[in-house]
């Protein structure tokens, strides 16, 4: 089941923070986030396994809360270079390399 | 090469035609993935390859899509009687061993199929 994001679509002044949301209605072993700029390929960002951490990224960070089933990726002080779609992705809980992404949340970062 | 490298970057196809798109992954890269990205759209799962495992077939639409992936290596994903619909960016992707826990899939820049 494809896990599902929120919001669909951000705009922000440079220097403004967001937040993008993803949850799944499985249990997971790990969420993953991905950027995406205008006709490239999409390019890792982190991943987070059980055990609620946090990472971080530049300014970007997320957290995993994985009795909530949910991630949420956080944007600080954002830049021109942060716009792009953002996708969250899970494994599920079985023993596989399966990655199934969410819809995307599209960043839009203006001067 | 030093990435995962599609081919061809670029197809126009009619209707009714089959196509095969290649994707050479990164040397010593055990899984291999293939997504679908339609215009605006989401990456779509179609297929995942892990090492001499049986793939994960569960993402392809119809059974006018299939895959292999010869030698571990480089896999060919081919539609028969192409349709409208499946018009799209389709982006394959590798990782080395241990995915679930270090993450880092490796994309292609994608092979664009346009179906008059």
């Known amino acids: 089941q494809q896990p599902v994001q929120s919001p669909q679509a951000v705009i922000l002044r440079e220097g403004e923070d967001a937040v993008i949301n993803c949850s799944s209605s499985k249990a997971l072993y790990s969420v993953h986030w991905y950027r995406q700029k205008h006709g490239e390929a999409p390019v890792f960002l982190m991943i987070l396994l059980k055990g609620g951490e946090q990472k971080g990224h530049e300014k970007i960070s997320a957290s995993f809360n994985e009795k909530k089933q949910q991630s949420s990726l956080y944007l600080t002080a954002s830049q021109l270079s942060y716009s792009g779609t953002y996708f969250c992705g899970f494994h599920g809980s079985g023993n596989t390399g399966k990655l199934i992404f969410g819809q995307g949340t599209t960043l839009q970062v203006k001067p | 090469g030093a990435g995962v490298s599609q081919s061809p970057s670029n197809k126009v196809t009619e209707k009714g035609k089959d196509v095969e798109l290649r994707c050479d992954p990164i040397?010593?890269?055990?899984?291999l993935y293939w997504y679908r990205q339609s215009l605006g759209q989401g990456l779509e799962f179609l297929i995942y390859f892990q090492g001499n495992s049986a793939p994960d077939k569960s993402g392809l639409p119809s059974d006018r899509f299939s895959a292999e992936r010869t030698g571990g290596s480089v896999s060919t994903l081919t539609i028969q009687r192409t349709q409208q619909e499946d018009s799209a960016v389709y982006l394959c992707a590798s990782s080395p061993p241990g995915v679930r826990s270090t993450g880092e899939l490796f994309f292609g820049e994608g092979s664009r199929l346009t179906v008059l």
């Open positions: 040397s010593g890269h055990t899984a």
